[in-house]
């Protein structure tokens, strides 16, 4: 198993950047591939983007393509994702994820189901 803790999300303004984290403890860290996910009020969770267990792959939903980086460190058992430019509809509750210990093949990145792990989230808010 593996346990994970995001951080980071805060009230920003438009155009922003921002850095959250997600610390994970538990099980190799480099077993999982990691991804990121948010929720906005009345909207179901969606697909932010994913990276495989050395980071050598990854993958964007295309509404944050450009201005969304993720990436790892391995030796610190953390995943990042790098916001920038952000706007008012990146407003959400992000969530930290991680697959259930097999890593994924890059055509599951995003799919929500093939995530067995789940941070608590970190609320970004963007204010225009």
């Known amino acids: 198993q593996v346990q994970l803790v995001e951080s980071g999300g805060r009230l920003v303004q438009a155009g922003d950047s921002l850095r959250l984290s997600c610390a994970a403890s538990?099980?190799?860290?480099?077993?999982?591939?990691m991804g990121w996910f948010r929720q906005s009020p009345g909207k179901e969770r969606d697909f932010v983007a994913a990276?495989?267990?050395?980071?050598?792959?990854?993958y964007y939903a295309e509404s944050v393509k450009g201005r969304f980086t993720i990436s790892r460190d391995n030796a610190k058992n953390t995943v990042y994702l790098q916001m920038n430019n952000l706007k008012p509809e990146d407003t959400a509750v992000y969530y930290c994820?991680?697959?259930?210990?097999?890593?994924?093949?890059?055509?599951?990145?995003?799919?929500?189901?093939?995530?067995?792990?789940w941070g608590q989230g970190t609320q970004v808010t963007v204010s225009s």
């Open positions: 994820a991680a697959d259930r210990g097999y890593g994924l093949e890059y055509a599951k990145f995003q799919l929500e189901g093939e995530y067995g792990y």
């Open positions: 538990g099980r190799a860290f480099s077993s999982y591939t």
């Open positions: 990276i495989s267990r050395i980071g050598d792959r990854v």
